[in-house]
């Protein structure tokens, strides 16, 4: 019966969209909404060759209740059956407003769906337009995990603690 209980509430938890906090926006220098991402931001392996770099990730008019930060970059046309994380970074300081390209991260980094920790560029089939979605979510609370738990799981606690959240999508192809 516990069980019962518990999925109900996660059915009611995930039902519930991120708030679109008026203002709230991501931006970057490097990337462009609907537009191809350069090379730099292109995996380097898997027959890609990229600089395999983040772009650098600006953001403004977060909720006042703002505790911490969660960047995604996700791309949901890869043939898996469950879309391809590139990059998960959480528990971003409230008062960090931006990830420079590059750079060291302030946050905990996760494991991507290339097996390593941070940032996986780019690298759809060859012939294939792929999108990434890179996004920043508000959340309400620093969430109590670390690195050891799978994207899924992460996404699962940002969604369900997010108070609003801004997207870019870029694409790709080769």
């Known amino acids: 019966m516990k069980r019962n209980v518990f999925l109900a509430a996660a059915v009611v938890t995930t039902l519930a969209a991120p708030a679109l906090a008026d203002g709230f926006t991501l931006t970057s220098p490097d990337i462009v909404e609907g537009q191809q991402l350069s090379s730099d931001f292109v995996f380097q392996g898997f027959g890609c060759e990229g600089g395999n770099m983040?772009?650098?990730?600006?953001?403004?008019?977060?909720?006042?209740?703002?505790?911490?930060?969660?960047?995604t970059v996700y791309d949901p046309d890869a043939p898996t059956g469950s879309g391809w994380w590139h990059w998960f970074v959480l528990n971003?300081?409230?008062?960090?407003?931006?990830?420079?390209?590059?750079?060291?991260?302030?946050?905990?980094?996760?494991?991507?769906?290339?097996?390593?920790?941070?940032?996986?560029?780019?690298?759809?089939?060859?012939?294939?337009?792929?999108?990434?979605?890179?996004?920043?979510h508000a959340l309400g609370k620093t969430l109590g995990i670390d690195n050891s738990v799978s994207n899924a799981l992460a996404g699962f606690m940002v969604n369900a603690n997010s108070l609003a959240s801004s997207t870019i999508t870029a694409v790709y192809n080769r």
Do not use: K, M
């Open 54 to 71: 983040a772009p650098t990730l600006e953001w403004s008019g977060a909720p006042e209740s703002t505790e911490s930060f969660a960047v």
């Open 92 to 136: 971003i300081p409230a008062d960090v407003t931006s990830l420079p390209g590059g750079d060291p991260v302030n946050g905990v980094q996760l494991t991507n769906d290339y097996g390593a920790e941070g940032f996986g560029g780019a690298c759809p089939p060859p012939g294939q337009v792929h999108r990434y979605q890179f996004t920043v």
